[in-house]
């Protein structure tokens, strides 16, 4: 059977098109579901898939969940291993995009509240390729505000919240750029619609802090932690204002989908030369061997699949 997207659903590993909700879904209309996006990564020369960073995604869809007070149903080392089954059973030797979603599954509407609703949770996984399709992204100050801890959290993937990212890169690209810069509500730089942002400036590596509004990239932690390890470069976390980006010698921006994907410009003023800097540059390198399991040091980042043996034609 030729590899299809594949979903967790109701309990049963099915076809990802025939797992369905109805449209009375609690979810559907307010937005009550909390997501997560986790790359499984494909080695071409060891022929294994590298899901990267697994347990750290189902913690952060965990603690989503409570917000939303949802009891997921398996614990995140659980949710790991149904991520793994899933995984083999698609078939795919090709990088895919892995989609949990709990979500308020009750299909009553005219209902704001969260509790005495059920909720469902699938798991999709897909072939995806490079969510950034360009090497260096032209950037634009978004108009919309970051959504801010005191309206919504930002720090979970919560569903709701992606309309904030959603109205800032249909703007953004709608205007010509490849991806929108969010500002928080008192101003200062917060991140992009679905990526965290660090800056290079004489040397030092700065990024803003969590209490931001940002969310806790988990990309942005291995970031952190590979300059720090292989660079011996200490990253700030500290606010940081919009002309700073313009007087940048580097911008780069992290993110699952993203990776580490280095910014040229922003609102038409070129950051500095222009091109991928050298701290980017070295980052980006190492993030990249580090998904595919090529980093030893790093190798526990990643959770090894065997995918099942081609078929003899
Ligand atoms: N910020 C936002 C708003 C995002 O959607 C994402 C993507 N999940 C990120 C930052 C980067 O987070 P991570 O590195 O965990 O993918």
Not at 16 to 25: D, F, L, Q, R, Y
Not at 134 to 159: F, N
Not at 296 to 303: E, L
Request: net charge negative; with cysteine; glycine share 8%.
């Amino acid at each position: 059977m030729a590899p299809t997207p594949l979903a967790y659903f109701g309990g049963e590993f099915i076809p990802a098109s025939e797992a369905k909700v109805g449209v009375m879904t609690h979810a559907l209309h307010y937005g009550t579901a909390v997501f997560e996006g986790i790359r499984c990564n494909w080695n071409a020369e060891e022929e294994k898939l590298f899901i990267f960073r697994p347990l750290e995604h189902f913690k952060r869809l965990a603690e989503g969940a409570s917000i939303l007070r949802m009891v997921l149903p398996f614990t995140a080392e659980e949710l790991v291993n149904i991520t793994i089954d899933l995984v083999k059973r698609t078939g795919y030797r090709e990088d895919m995009y892995i989609r949990p979603l709990a979500y308020k599954s009750a299909e009553r509407v005219a209902n704001l509240k969260l509790h005495e609703l059920e909720d469902g949770l699938t798991i999709i996984a897909v072939p995806f390729g490079e969510y950034i399709e360009v090497p260096i992204v032209r950037c634009m100050t978004a108009s919309w505000r970051r959504i801010d801890e005191t309206m919504m959290p930002p720090r979970v993937k919560l569903s709701a919240g992606y309309v904030n990212s959603i109205l800032a890169k249909t703007d953004a690209v709608l205007a010509g750029f490849d991806e929108a810069i969010f500002l928080n509500n008192d101003g200062h730089v917060a991140e992009g619609s679905g990526e965290n942002l660090f800056v290079v400036k004489n040397g030092a590596l700065v990024t803003p802090p969590l209490t931001a509004n940002i969310l806790p990239g988990i990309t942005r932690s291995c970031i952190m932690q590979m300059a720090k390890d292989e660079l011996g470069i200490e990253t700030v976390e500290r606010p940081i204002g919009r002309a700073e980006l313009y007087l940048a010698d580097e911008v780069f921006l992290t993110g699952t989908a993203a990776h580490v994907t280095p910014m040229g410009e922003l609102d038409h003023r070129t950051i500095g030369n222009g091109a991928a800097g050298t701290i980017t540059k070295s980052l980006q390198d190492l993030y990249f061997k580090a998904i595919r399991g090529g980093l030893p040091k790093y190798r526990d980042w990643c959770v090894e699949v065997v995918p099942a043996p081609l078929a003899k034609v």
